[in-house]
Antibody
Framework: EVQLVESGGGLVQPGGSLRLSCTTS????????MSWVRQDPGMGLKWVAN????????YYVDSVEGRFTISRDNAKDSLFLQMSSLRAEDTGVYYC??????????WGQGTRVIVS | DVVLTQSPLSLPVTLGQPASISCRSS???????????LSWFHQRPGQSPRRLIF???NRDSGVPDRFSGSGSGTDFTLRISRVEAEDVGIYFC??????????FGQGTKVEV
């Protein structure tokens, strides 16, 4: 069974940092693009970033460019999102998802980030 | 950026009756490779989104056949042939043709 489990969320002050992790199992992690998607408190979804299979290509939504860094460790089947200079508008539930943007499935259960 | 506009945003349904949701794109979602990367997701209360449909009309594994997707270019539709109680929640369309960034529709809340 494919599983994705996020961790690392929490309450952080504006300007602070957090590192999200996503531990995966049940599939060959190194075969897939991986993505982070945020769901804001109003329930809207926003794609945040994705990374290719070997970590050589990373893409970000404009609003997080320069502040967030997506990375992966294929030896540990894990995905990461380093978030810095956090803003109130970064608040939401962050989901790790298998696949590139537009083709993500499945998603993890999410980890909540509150910037306040 | 591609804007996806869903309608309606709220959809009251009757169990056993059909329902449909529209997703319109601000530009054609036909990729240069010939595919159209339009997906539909369903989010039950308290759960993470689950993909139902990919590339317009392909059902994901385990998705009941009462769900179907159709459309082309800029206009797409998700249909439920006979609504069941477990179908309540929020439905999102998503495109992966023109990225970054990937984009989602605003979501349609389905309630019995």
């Amino acid at each position: 069974e494919v599983q994705l489990v996020e961790s690392g969320g929490g309450l952080v002050q504006p300007g602070g940092s957090l590192r999200l992790s996503c531990t995966t199992s049940g599939f060959i992690f190194s075969d897939y693009w991986m993505s982070w998607v945020r769901q804001d408190p109003g329930m809207g979804l926003k794609w945040v970033a994705n990374i290719n299979q070997v970590g050589g290509e990373m893409y970000y939504v404009d609003s997080v460019e320069g502040r967030f860094t997506i990375s992966r460790d294929n030896a540990k089947d894990s995905l990461f999102l380093q978030m810095s200079s956090l803003r109130a508008e970064d608040t939401g539930v962050y989901y790790c998802a298998r696949g590139p943007v537009g083709a993500t499935a499945p998603w993890g259960q999410g980890t909540r980030v509150i910037v306040s | 950026d591609v804007v996806l506009t869903q309608s309606p945003l709220s959809l009251p349904v009757t169990l056993g009756q059909p329902a449909s949701i529209s997703c319109r794109s601000s530009q054609s979602l036909v990729h240069s490779d010939g595919n159209t990367y339009l997906s539909w997701f369903h989010q039950r209360p308290g759960q993470s989104p689950r993909r139902l449909i990919f590339k317009v009309s392909n059902r994901d594994s385990g998705v009941p056949d009462r769900f179907s997707g159709s459309g082309s270019g800029t206009d797409f539709t998700l249909r439920i042939s006979r609504v069941e109680a477990e179908d309540v929640g929020i439905y999102f369309c998503s495109q992966g043709t023109h990225w970054p960034p990937g984009t989602f529709g605003q979501g349609t809340k389905v309630e019995v």
